[in-house]
């Protein structure tokens, strides 16, 4: 199936889990065949993509219901009421994280847009039929995932020059 | 623009998503602004960065044998319920709402007519075989592989050529069943676009000619005493003349 490892690959950094990526992988394939017969695809990676990603919530509202409630944009909105500044809030929990595990660490609805920009390459107005928002949402979500990310990047840069060692 | 308009949209600018005029104006803004121009590269280094270093995982191959196993098993189902896809694009036709069965058709093997309904189909049993992981029995660029498997497992046999020259490399093969029997189905690669191609004795029916079903394309030709079905998402105009050029033999060595 030509779409396969996109659909993978997505599942994957959603649930963070090998296993629990493959569930959700075969029920999307499922979904897939099911819908197959009235669809219009002009694209079928982002047709496939939208399925692996409701695919995703239904698993995880049946599987991790406590993380679905807490791991939301208002949650990470939250942030912001805890520190002056949301970006240092994430930052400090991040800080000492490869890039990669700064993505996995990312709430949810930042990951996705992350994930379906930077690996499935994917244009704005595509992202947002996919994650079912508006296309200015995908911008700012973007926007502040990288400045997060950023953050990380920057201060891992710095431990790896020694330049930051007074140790 | 000032910095506070630029700041908005420098993400978008990284990412190609700003129209021309306001980008140029952004670029102008940026060069002779050091706070922004900064902004600007530290997120195009973040881009570069994520891009480079993150993961991307790819399904495994157990994982993939595993899938096939099950998606063959599963039985096919009439989809409901299409209302929440519209945005696919062009809404639903008549037509394709009616083609939900075609599963049932294709897997159950009933006995269905030669009819105006080919191309719905034809694009079930092409978009299934990718879906399923079963696009290729018979993975081989090699038509002397390739030949004798389907001659095996078929009653008539087929010319078959690689016309990788012409950039329509053949994959392989596989059997699928169309209107209740056996037909061999050639798989070529052009580009991204793979495209199969169901080829079986003509029966002198009517010709129908291309058409789309669910943005994905059909064309045929006949040639060789053989009726040649291509289905593929490639664009229509040239599915119709590479099924043509195979059929009539013009294609390979």
């Known amino acids: 199936m030509v779409h396969l490892d996109a659909g993978h690959n997505l599942a994957r950094w959603l649930t963070r889990d090998a296993s629990d990526a493959e569930d959700v992988v075969q029920d999307a394939c499922l979904r897939a065949m099911k819908y197959m017969g009235t669809l219009h695809a002009q694209d079928g990676r982002a047709w496939f993509l939208t399925i692996v990603r409701r695919a995703f919530y239904d698993w995880l509202a049946r599987n991790r219901p406590a993380l679905l409630a807490r791991d939301d944009e208002s949650a990470f909105e939250s942030l912001a009421d805890e520190a002056d500044n949301p970006e240092q809030a994430l930052m400090h929990k991040t800080e000492r994280l490869a890039l990669a595990e700064a993505v996995a660490a990312l709430p949810l609805p930042f990951r996705e847009v992350i994930v379906l920009r930077e690996l499935e390459d994917l244009s704005y107005k595509e992202i947002a039929r996919i994650a079912d928002i508006p296309v200015g949402t995908v911008m700012s979500r973007l926007s502040r995932a990288r400045r997060l990310l950023q953050g990380a990047a920057a201060l891992r840069g710095f431990d790896s020059t020694g330049a930051g060692g007074d140790a | 623009?000032?910095?506070?308009?630029?700041?908005?949209?420098?993400?978008?600018?990284?990412?190609?998503?700003?129209?021309?005029?306001?980008?140029?104006?952004?670029?102008?803004?940026?060069?002779?602004?050091?706070?922004?121009?900064?902004?600007?590269?530290?997120?195009?280094?973040?881009?570069?960065?994520?891009?480079?270093?993150?993961?991307?995982?790819?399904?495994?191959?157990?994982?993939?044998?595993?899938?096939?196993?099950?998606?063959?098993?599963?039985?096919?189902?009439?989809?409901?319920?299409?209302?929440?896809?519209?945005?696919?694009?062009?809404?639903?036709?008549?037509?394709?709402?009616?083609?939900?069965l075609v599963w049932v058709t294709s897997t159950a093997g009933l006995q269905a007519p030669f009819g105006a309904d080919l191309p719905t189909r034809l694009v079930g049993l092409h978009t299934r075989a990718t879906l399923g992981n079963h696009l290729i029995e018979v993975a081989s660029p090699d038509r002397h592989t390739i030949k004798p498997w389907l001659s095996a497992r078929l009653d008539y046999a087929i010319p078959v050529v690689d016309a990788a020259g012409a950039g329509y490399a053949l994959m392989g093969a596989r059997i699928d069943r169309l209107d209740g029997r056996a037909v061999a189905v050639l798989v070529y690669r052009h580009r991204t676009h793979i495209i199969d191609v169901f080829v079986r004795p003509a029966s002198g029916g009517t010709a129908t000619a291309g058409s789309t079903v669910r943005g994905f394309n059909v064309a045929q030709a006949e040639g060789a005493a053989m009726q040649w079905l291509a289905a593929s998402d490639l664009n229509a105009d040239e599915l119709a003349v590479f099924v043509t050029a195979l059929a009539q033999g013009r294609l390979g060595e």
């Open chain 2, 1 to 100: 623009m000032n910095c506070d308009e630029v700041s908005a949209l420098l993400a978008a600018e990284v990412d190609g998503e700003v129209d021309p005029l306001r980008s140029h104006a952004l670029r102008k803004h940026a060069a002779g602004c050091t706070g922004c121009g900064a902004r600007l590269e530290a997120i195009a280094e973040t881009r570069r960065r994520l891009r480079s270093e993150l993961p991307y995982h790819a399904a495994r191959a157990a994982f993939r044998v595993r899938l096939a196993a099950s998606l063959s098993t599963a039985s096919p189902v009439r989809a409901a319920k299409a209302g929440r896809w519209r945005w696919f694009g062009g809404g639903l036709a008549a037509g394709v709402l009616a083609s939900g």
